[in-house]
Structure formats: C-alpha cells, structure tokens
C-alpha cells in the first residue's frame, strides 16, 4: 500500500514524545494519516508535533505514571481505538529500556496486520520489523535518532530539505507579562523526578543573581509545581508556574535569551525551538541519548558521579553531588559562552545585549 494509514506510539512522558518529532515527520511524508497514540502525559506534545493527523490517549498498565491492572476493560479500550482509527499498520516507538512487545501483543489482537518495533527479546509473531539494538540500532544514538531509525526500518525516511532536527508548532503567544520584554532568561527549576533536579536553593540565587545584574527571568512550571516556581521567582522572577499552555511555552522558551532547565520535558522543547540550553543534566540516564539535541547547548553536571546509568528516580547518593556540586556563577560562565558562540554562528547574537551582559 503506498499510503498506509499508521498508528505511531509512544507512551511515556512527555518529553519522550517531543524527539519522535522526526520519526513522526517521516511517517506523515508517505502516510495518507497519522494517528499518535499517547499515554496522558505525553499526548499534550503530540500536539505539538507536525505531521500527526490525530491524537489518541491510552493509559498503558505497564507504563510507571499510568500503571493500572490489565483487565478484559483495558483490553477493550485498545481494540476499540484501534478499530476507530483504522491502522494499516503500527510503529511502536520505544526507549532503550522499554520493550515493544506488550503493545504489539495488544495490537495484533485489535487486528493491526503489521507491526514494527526494536526489541531485545525475539518477537516471535508479534512483531513484523525488528531491529535488535546493540545490532541493527546502535545504543549510543540520541533517543530522537533512534525512534527515527525505527521510522526508517518500517519503510518510513525524512522527505527531501529535512534536517532530523526537532521541531513543534509554533502558533501562540507568550502572555503578555512576557510578550513585552526586551530579554529575558527563562530557568525552570522542576524535573520529571528528583534525581534530575538542581536544588531550589540554587535556581532562587541565580534569579537572585540576575536581577542584580538586570537580567528578567521568567520562571516556568507546571500547575503542580506553583509552589516551587513561586519559591523560584521570589520577589524579582516573573512566575508563570501553570500558567501557560505546552504551545504557549514553547512561545515563551522561543523569545528567551538562554534557558537553564533540568533534563525534563521542556528542555527538549527549548531545543525544538533553537533557543540556548544550560543544561542541568544529571548522569543517572546517559547524556548521548537524553541532552537536549540542539545546536547550542552547555552540559552542567558531573556525569562521572556515582548515580551514573543508575536510573534512579530518587538520589542514591548523599548529598546529590552530580548537581549540588554546580554552582550558580557556573550556570552564568556557561550564558556567557553561549552568546559568545552564537555570536559567531550568526551575523548577530540572540539579543541585542552583548556576550558579557550576563
């Protein structure tokens, strides 16, 4: 068939479905429809992302933030969503550690003839493509060039004039407290687990420290961390905590000077919109597959710390030393070098203000 109608997963996080970004795009390039099958966190970036025609939300048992018991219901659900929407066939876009065979199972019982996905374990019938990572998919790749070389094993390539980079939508505004500014840095202090987060303390001195330096900052967030970007912003930060919508963030991250983000959700958003990323990035996944993939980044952190590859959600180690030992002043050192090199890729810089304005 050469206009498939295809079903493309991926059920995790948010974050995790922002870098199926180019996968996505090159599916809809020889799809006549694309249906994104998402868990509900990450269906609000499905809906960022060009080339789906159609967002559906599952709640997979086997997921950690939608686990639930698997009953005929559950079941139920999926075949009638699949018979819904009507797949040709299924890419199943996975992690490193993730398997794609609970959902192949599932889809081949609600009738999707062909299934594609990379998987460790032999398929058996379940699966009609596999790549065997370590083999097929190399495991030192960015996870975004891994779903796309699972696109690509389907049948599925990037057209013509498409650089693989991430990319969203970008058709909103940023609200008016920050639509009006001439610069601004934008620090979001959470992170999808504790392991990944730079102490509160330190994200409130560097706001601290950059109104002393004149420097508006916009603190980002969602409504479950009001109380933490409240803290953030203190007295001199502009709190947008659960204030904006996904599109309305990107919106926001888009017109910032540089933005200082953990490794969660909005720092793949912040490199969909090509805008400068210090990075707090704790070890405990690696950096090759997790940073933010974007032309100027600054990786903070200590990524030989003792949590390295744990995967752990809280710190195993005393004193969260892989980001407890960076310091704001480093946080600054690495705005400044971003503008310094910005500079010299482009024949201006991010802002008007100068390299050392930070």
């Known amino acids: 068939m050469s206009h498939p109608r295809v079903l493309v997963a991926r059920l995790d996080s948010f974050g995790d479905v922002l870098v199926t970004g180019p996968a996505v795009r090159a599916v809809a390039a020889r799809a006549a429809h694309v249906t994104m099958l998402c868990g509900p966190q990450g269906a609000p970036a499905a809906e960022l992302l060009p080339g789906v025609d159609r967002v559906r939300v599952w709640a997979a048992p086997w997921v950690p933030e939608t686990a639930r018991p698997i009953d005929d219901a559950v079941v139920a659900e999926l075949r ?94 940023a609200p008016p407290a920050v639509a009006g500014l001439d610069r601004y840095v934008v620090v979001h202090p959470g992170a999808s687990v504790p392991a990944r987060s730079w102490p509160a303390v330190r994200h409130r001195d560097l706001v601290a420290a950059y109104a002393e330096r004149g420097v508006p900052v916009v603190v980002t967030g969602s409504a479950g961390e009001r109380a933490l970007t409240a803290s953030v912003a203190g007295a001199t930060g502009i709190d947008l905590g659960g204030r904006t919508t996904p599109a309305e963030l990107a919106a926001v991250l888009a017109g910032a000077e540089v933005v200082v983000v953990g490794n969660t959700g909005p720092a793949h958003l912040a490199a969909a919109v090509r805008v400068p990323i210090v990075s707090l990035f704790s070890p405990v996944v690696p950096a090759v597959k997790w940073a933010p993939s974007a032309p100027l980044v600054e990786l903070l952190g200590d990524q030989d710390a003792p949590c390295r590859l744990s995967r752990a959600r809280e710190c195993p180690v005393d004193g969260h030393p892989c980001l407890a030992s960076v310091r704001v002043e480093d946080v600054l050192d690495a705005h400044r070098r971003l503008l310094v090199r910005a500079s010299r890729m482009e024949p201006r810089s991010l802002r008007s203000a100068g390299a050392g304005a930070a």
């Open 80 to 173: 009638a969503l699949v018979a819904e929407e009507g797949p040709d066939e299924a890419v199943v876009l996975t992690s490193f550690h993730q398997s794609p065979l609970p959902l192949a199972l599932l889809l081949r019982l609600a009738g999707v003839v062909r299934v594609t996905g990379a998987s460790v374990d032999h398929p058996g019938s379940l699966l009609d493509v596999r790549l065997r990572p370590g083999e097929d998919l190399p495991e030192d790749v960015t996870e975004s060039q891994r779903a796309l070389r699972i696109a690509e094993a389907a049948g599925f390539r990037l057209p013509p004039g498409d650089d693989g980079r991430l990319v969203v939508r970008q058709d909103a505004v």
